[in-house]
């Protein structure tokens, strides 16, 4: 009776449940660990998501069958999010898109891994036993193939394969990048600080610049700043082009002056300005946390068009909820804030309203130079979760959202430290301890 074989592709997505039949999960990739040694590569478990988006290691000594389309588990799981050890690969992540060669009868080629072939042993133990391979064509070739789906596919042997575990190998991540389409950008941050600092830069370069840029938003100082470091100055500038206006500033302002400097001379005049402006301001002020691209309307604008303003889907939602109301010129910096129209408000009146009729003038603008405790009490007081930002001739600078104060109230580390809870003491310290055998620490 041979033994049971899985493809990595398959276990990707699947549920996870406990002897009872309760879902505690969803498999988001598979991690070995490579023993040159002993020429094998071992499968030592696979990262779990669960509730609240925190992925988590799960050892497969806790996995008590692959069946059925899901995967059963003993019932024991410890929450403490995972984070990848020296020497252990994610299978999807890393080895997925990996152009290595193959040796097999006599016929040697090169070719993209496109799946993991993995194997119960008679020891209970799981090893990567097959490749899922797709041969590169001849370059005369190339142009008359798609894209995506080039040249013959074959299962070969692991040992046929050369080039699986070498770190530098070249590597592209398109397979990688189609299975972020489904989650939150800071759920793409997380995976992309459990890569490699080569994966994460191969990584970024295949992301769309409108996802980097929502990417970037949600990494930690360090890693954001080394990832567009390593862009080309033109790509450099096109993600910053699509972030918002408050977060690029901040990112400028993290890089060397030069290399601020450079990128913003990339940039399209009209977009680099606002972002000249901003780094103008200290940090810890409303001009320093403001964004510079707010709602602003007339007051002869009726409730239809303000209503039809918000509803764009590339509108944050803090800003999505109100209007700010100024005198001619609409644009940065405006004529006078004549006031603010909260979203349900003008639900609640005809569309055919102007929101000159509506407008609230009750809330005090915030200055541009207005410290952080000073933003913070204002936003507390008016309960609001956007804020405008004016001058002394109370014209319209910009706005300062309620997750602008949250950046800048939080501890510096918080992206880093993504542990929102505490595990459970005696479960935890019996799964770390099942975890040092399993993964050889």
Not at 123 to 136: A, E, G, I, Q, S
Not at 146 to 170: F, K, N, Q
Not at 239 to 268: F, K, N, Y
């Amino acid at each position: 009776m041979s033994a049971p074989r899985v493809f990595v592709s398959r276990l990707i997505g699947l549920g996870v449940f406990d002897p009872l039949g309760d879902r505690v999960g969803q498999v988001r990739d598979v991690v070995v660990q490579h023993s040159s040694q002993r020429r094998l590569t071992r499968v030592i478990g696979v990262v779990v998501e669960v509730a609240g988006r925190r992925r988590v290691f799960l050892p497969m000594t806790r996995v008590t069958s692959i069946d059925a389309g899901q995967v059963i588990t003993t019932g024991l799981l410890n929450i403490r999010r995972f984070e990848r050890r020296p020497r252990e690969v994610l299978v999807q992540a890393e080895l997925f898109d990996r152009r290595v060669v193959v040796a097999d009868d006599d016929e040697r080629f090169e070719a993209t891994v496109e799946d993991i072939g993995i194997n119960q042993q008679r020891n209970r133990d799981w090893h990567v036993t097959k490749v899922f391979v797709r041969k590169t064509p001849p370059p005369s070739r190339r142009h008359r193939l798609s894209l995506r789906r080039r040249g013959e596919t074959l299962v070969v042997d692991v040992d046929a394969v050369s080039g699986l575990h070498t770190e530098d190998a070249a590597q592209g991540a398109d397979r990688l990048v189609e299975s972020f389409d489904d989650l939150k950008p800071a759920d793409v941050a997380d995976a992309l600080q459990e890569l490699t600092p080569k994966r994460r830069r191969e990584v970024a370069e295949a992301l769309p610049d409108e996802k980097l840029a929502d990417v970037l938003e949600e990494l930690p100082e360090e890693d954001r700043v080394a990832i567009v470091a390593d862009l080309a100055t033109d790509r450099a500038a096109d993600v910053l082009e699509a972030m918002q206006p408050d977060d690029a500033a901040d990112l400028l302002g993290e890089l060397p002056e030069g290399t601020a400097a450079i990128l913003l001379g990339a940039m399209e005049p009209e977009e680099a300005e606002p972002l000249r402006t901003l780094l103008t301001y200290d940090e810890d002020t409303a001009g320093g946390m403001m964004t510079t691209e707010p709602v602003v309307l007339g007051a002869d604008s009726s409730i239809a068009e303000a209503l039809a303003t918000v509803r764009r889907s590339e509108l944050h939602p803090a800003l999505a909820a109100m209007v700010f109301v100024c005198r001619a010129p609409l644009e940065v910096p405006t004529g006078k804030l004549l006031g603010v129209v909260h979203l349900q408000r003008m639900l609640r009146e005809p569309p055919h309203e102007a929101i000159g009729a509506i407008v609230d003038s009750d809330i005090d603008p915030l200055h541009v130079d207005a410290s952080l405790g000073e933003v913070t009490r204002t936003m507390a007081n008016y309960n609001m979760i956007s804020l405008p930002v004016v001058d002394e001739d109370r014209r319209l600078l910009g706005a300062v959202t309620v997750d602008d104060v949250l950046d800048h109230i939080l501890p510096d580390d918080w992206r880093e430290d993504r542990d929102t809870e505490a595990p459970d003491v005696s479960a935890a310290l019996d799964e770390v301890e099942e975890q040092e055998v399993t993964r050889g620490r």
